[in-house]
């Protein structure tokens, strides 16, 4: 089946730097991601929806200038998590629609970041 | 608008119990319904879907049916086990067009043995 492929799996940071999230589709072309974010314990958050060659359509109370999220291509997307705090430290998920986007979704494998 | 219920968790159950997680959905159209699960420390994983009204989703003994008349799409497991502890999602989208997935707040499962 379809692979969607995040990276890093882990990351730790100090509290004040940024921190990039690659989400790649690795066996097609994904026009829409979407970035989920899950606190511990709970459920998935969606942040926003990443369009290709287009500005992220974010959640309300999602802040666009903390989670600055890129489409470059057909198969990458990439959030960054810009002067991150404590408060920050989450996993991550990205998910992108298999089959010209009305397919099934697959999910990456998320990304844990924590902030010290 | 659109929206996904589950039961809250935990449900903690002993090994080969019969499990039930409800979840009930809010729609317009014609969404498809899946079941996902995160076991600890890794992503989603699809478990199970159904795509229309009265289709049954099966993998690895879990089972759900969607019920159109009911919005449900409760998941079942005859005789559970431990390698099943996780959370599991209820969700739904529409595969006739490209949006967003919703989904339920997520039950987390503890299997005793």
């Known amino acids: 089946g379809a692979v969607v492929s995040q990276h890093p799996s882990w990351v730790i940071c100090k509290s004040g730097t940024s921190v990039k999230i690659e989400c790649r589709s690795l066996d097609f072309q994904a026009t829409t991601m979407f970035w989920y974010r899950q606190f511990p314990k709970q459920s998935l958050m969606l942040m926003a929806t990443s369009n290709e060659g287009s500005k992220a359509t974010y959640e309300q109370g999602v802040e666009k200038d903390k989670f600055l999220i890129n489409h470059a291509s057909l198969t990458l997307s990439t959030l960054t998590v810009t002067s991150a705090h404590p408060e920050d430290s989450s996993f991550y998920i990205c998910?992108?629609?298999?089959?010209?986007?009305?397919?099934?979704?697959?999910f990456g494998e998320g990304s844990r970041l924590t902030v010290l | 608008g659109d929206s996904v219920t589950q039961m809250e968790g935990p449900v903690t159950l002993s090994e080969e119990a019969f499990l039930t997680i409800n979840c009930t959905y809010t729609?317009?159209?014609?969404?498809?319904l899946f079941w996902y699960v995160q076991y600890p420390g890794e992503g989603l994983q699809l478990l199970l879907k159904a795509t229309k009204a009265d289709d049954k989703g099966s993998n690895k003994g879990f089972e759900a049916t969607y019920r159109k008349e009911t919005t449900s799409f409760h998941l079942e497991k005859g005789s559970v086990q431990v390698s099943d502890s996780a959370v599991y999602f209820c969700?739904?989208?529409?595969?006739?067009?490209?949006?967003?997935?919703?989904f339920g707040k997520g039950t987390r499962l503890h299997i005793l043995p």
């Open positions: 729609a317009t159209g014609y969404p498809s």
């Open positions: 998910s992108a629609r298999a089959g010209g986007g009305t397919g099934e979704l697959f």
């Open positions: 969700a739904l989208t529409w595969m006739n067009r490209d949006d967003k997935i919703i």
